[in-house]
């Protein structure tokens, strides 16, 4: 059918929103418009010539769509766009800004695992995975994402308040030595020095070494 | 150096990406990705594209913007002086081109040559973190 | 209307790599003299027929300091220079005797604090900002031919060095190394301490 009468005002803020390269197109409704609007989406692979509609997202009333398979590809950067319709007339097609997916994603902190001995504790650290098709698709850690990835750990001695940071590369730390019978609550975030990332701290996960025998 | 080149670009991409309307065209990606070039011709490549940038691509960027032509200066500035430690490495035989990597270069020129100079200069500039990105990753 | 005088002794102060650029105030009875300063690097000399980029947070100040750190972003050489200006009066430009490039910077030692946390030996060091690294040495008192080092660049909270055994003094410092310069600082004094048990104890 023909292009439809443009006059319906378009949707608002388009834009990525990426986590671990889980990349989400969100959009806020068309100004004054209530409930009834639907939305199409395309996106296109910047530097290459066409559109590409998504066909899961067309006539869709949410307000997001994830193209998380179609911007998979992290050594390419992506336009992505909607348009909106309601009562047989339709808006602009407005875009988001050049998306790049090595540099625009949010990173989540590692996970954290901790045990402990009467005089110390060893925490392992898991940097999280890229977003992946499905769960029996290959695992891509962040770490071979960005090679620099760094973890930075702080251990808190819950009775002394006192908090200590540590920086390493590799995903293990033990802390030697501590007092015996005592809590102790590790916290980790990752950081990336160039494209310059980094994610926010873990929760707390606290432990106790043991007491003295 | 490359850290102070990648915080002074994200300072002001979205400004220099917001003036390039033209996205079937890339300069640096398509139709051949610089992520394709062999580990032996990356040398030669970097220090092709420090060239292009400083002698073709900044002085064509000036925009209305006092802030954003401080960056592009701070960029350009940054740029030159990688430039000279890159002209070393060409000089002491250590930056040889392939032919892999001549005819990458070719098709970077070709693609510029397809628009306007202040075009092409401003793609060009918002382009920095696909050459960024592929530097760093192979670094 | 006579010409302005041109401001005179124009200078640097550039320390840990925060730049500024001084001069003497021009002086009229009666008048605010107002000053402009505009920068060019090595880049615009060479490739953009000398064009000058005006900084716009010292454009019209009265002020005779103005920070250029911001601009003075890359490693070459940078002229810089300063007018005067009272309503429509103007004065000729003043520049800087030769170039500044920031690699001459004066770096000092990091401020530190050595603390022994139980067997924990632990610093704390000052933010510098993010171009700044810093290289901690710590060795056993009296045993310096063994000395360890760590690169140190998260500087948000106290930084764990290593555990001590119980007895000997500990001793640390530290300088600074920036790497967009490729130089490093003097080294901080040493300071000492042991671990005892438990609880922190000092010995400089």
């Not at chain 2, 051949?32 to 960027?61: A, E």
């Not at chain 3, 909270?157 to 007895?167: N, P, Q, R």
Request: aromatic content about 10%; charged content about 20%.
């Amino acid at each position: 059918s023909g292009e439809l009468y443009c006059s319906l005002p378009n949707p608002r803020n388009v834009h990525f929103e990426s986590i671990n390269m889980k990349n989400v197109l969100h959009w806020s409704a068309p100004e004054g418009t209530g409930d009834g609007v639907l939305y199409k989406v395309k996106y296109s692979v910047y530097g290459v010539g066409k559109w590409i509609r998504k066909p899961e997202c067309r006539n869709i009333n949410r307000t997001w769509c994830d193209l998380s398979s179609e911007t998979s590809d992290y050594e390419e950067q992506y336009y992505a766009s909607v348009k909106a319709f309601l009562d047989g007339m339709c808006s602009e097609w407005m875009e988001t800004t050049r998306f790049n997916p090595l540099t625009d994603t949010k990173i989540d902190p590692p996970m954290v695992s901790v045990s402990s001995t009467e005089k110390s504790i060893s925490i392992t650290l898991t940097a999280p995975e890229k977003w992946k098709r499905s769960p029996e698709g290959e695992s891509i850690s962040l770490l071979q994402v960005y090679p620099g990835l760094q973890y930075n750990v702080s251990v808190l001695n819950k009775k002394t308040k006192k908090r200590w940071l540590f920086s390493i590369s590799n995903n293990t730390l033990v802390v030697p030595w501590l007092e015996p019978g005592t809590a102790y609550c590790v916290s980790a975030q990752i950081h990336v020095p160039t494209p310059l990332l980094h994610s926010v701290f873990s929760k707390e996960y606290c432990i106790a070494t043991l007491k003295d025998k | 150096s490359v850290t102070e080149i990648r915080s002074g670009f994200t300072a002001i991409k979205a400004n220099i990406q917001a003036r390039d309307p033209i996205r079937t065209l890339s300069i640096l990606s398509h139709p051949h990705s610089l992520h394709k070039v062999q580990s032996s011709d990356r040398c030669c490549i970097t220090h092709h594209l420090f060239n292009f940038y400083v002698d073709k691509v900044f002085k064509h960027c000036k925009t209305e913007d006092s802030y954003v032509n401080r960056k592009i200066s701070s960029i350009a500035n940054s740029f030159l002086s990688v430039k000279k430690k890159l002209r070393q490495c060409h000089e002491q035989n250590k930056c040889m081109c392939g032919q892999e990597s001549t005819e990458k270069f070719k098709q970077i020129l070709a693609n510029y040559k397809e628009l306007n100079v202040t075009s092409a200069a401003m793609k060009s500039l918002g382009e920095l973190d696909i050459l960024l990105d592929w530097m760093e990753k192979s670094a | 209307d006579a010409l302005l005088p041109r401001p005179q002794n124009i200078s640097i102060l550039s320390t840990n790599m925060k730049h500024f650029l001084t001069w003497s105030p021009v002086i009229v009875q009666g008048e605010t003299v107002r000053y402009s300063v505009e920068f060019q690097g090595e880049y615009e000399r060479e490739y953009a027929n000398e064009s000058w980029i005006p900084i716009c947070e010292c454009s019209l100040i009265t002020a005779t300091v103005c920070n250029i750190t911001e601009d003075i972003s890359a490693t070459v050489a940078y002229n810089l220079r300063v007018r005067a200006d009272i309503g429509a009066r103007r004065s000729e430009w003043g520049s800087l005797k030769g170039f500044f490039n920031r690699i001459t910077t004066s770096l000092t030692p990091p401020l530190m604090k050595v603390i022994a946390d139980g067997y924990h030996l632990l610093v704390e060091l000052e933010d510098m900002g993010p171009a700044f690294q810093f290289r901690v040495l710590y060795w056993k008192k009296g045993q310096a031919s063994r000395i360890q080092q760590k690169v140190v660049t998260e500087v948000s909270s106290v930084v764990h060095l290593d555990t001590m055994e119980a007895g000997p003094d500990y001793c640390v410092k530290a300088q600074t190394y920036v790497e967009a310069i490729n130089r490093s600082s003097s080294f901080s004094q040493p300071q000492c301490v042991r671990a005892q048990g438990g609880r922190s104890v000092w010995l400089v």
